[in-house]
């Protein structure tokens, strides 16, 4: 069916409270990206899995961990929410880096 | 440092006019730009991509124009409609790359 799922859809969380966004998908993609959006600033990339447990960082990367133990599925964990992690962020997967990104409806993240 | 700028944060247009959407880039070993369409709410989704090799792509009412000399490629959407009213973001990789960078946004408002 093509589709990413990401896991909640809207969030609040307090100021040092840990935050788990799950995202899965049906395609059998191997990469799976995470994202964050802030007005102005388009999308940033967090992190990039290329398969299980095969994680590397993407371009603003502090605060936040990963976890891919399964091919469809990838977490975004962040130890301790700061204020500034305020966002909506967003997975996504895809079969080579010059193929379609097919993205999540997003989770808005907010902390309090 | 931002690799693919969007010269506009926002563009509105008459229903019936051609929008057009400017984008640049600085790598020079980008290949591969595609352009993702989002409304609110949800992710951005493929709308159009283009290859270096071509320096047109068209799709409907949807055109890609790209100069690779210059290092800019632009978006014309033709015979606008209030349903394309959306955040336009131009991406680029490039074939040894391993992700997608995307330019922060062009906001489209189109005036019926």
């Known amino acids: 069916d093509m589709k990413v799922t990401q896991m909640p859809r809207y969030l609040i969380k307090r100021m040092g409270e840990n935050v788990l966004l799950e995202c899965g998908q049906d395609?059998?993609?191997?990469?799976m990206y995470w994202y964050r959006q802030d007005p102005g600033l388009g999308l940033q990339l967090i992190y990039i899995s290329y398969d299980v447990d095969s994680n590397s960082e993407g371009d603003i990367p502090k605060g936040y961990r990963v976890s891919r133990k399964k091919r469809e599925h990838f977490s975004l964990i962040l130890d301790s929410a700061k204020t500034n992690q305020t966002s909506v962020y967003f997975c996504?997967?895809?079969?080579?880096?010059?193929?379609?990104?097919?993205f999540g409806a997003g989770t808005r993240l907010s902390v309090l | 440092q931002q690799q693919v700028r969007q010269s506009s944060q926002s563009l509105t247009v008459w229903e019936g006019e051609t929008a057009i959407l400017n984008c640049s880039y600085e790598n020079s070993a980008f290949d591969y730009f595609p352009w993702y369409q989002q409304f609110p709410g949800e992710g951005p989704a493929l709308l159009i991509a283009?290859?270096?090799?071509?320096d047109k792509k068209e799709d409907g009412r949807f055109t890609i124009f790209f100069n690779k000399r210059e290092k800019n490629l632009s978006l014309h959407i033709k015979d606008s409609q209030p349903g394309d009213s959306a955040t336009y973001f131009c991406a680029a990789t490039a074939n040894s790359g391993t992700y997608q960078r995307f330019g922060t946004g062009t906001k489209l408002q189109v005036v019926p």
């Open positions: 283009i290859r270096s090799v071509s």
């Open positions: 996504a997967s895809t079969g080579t880096p010059q193929n379609t990104l097919y």
């Open positions: 395609m059998s993609h191997e990469t």
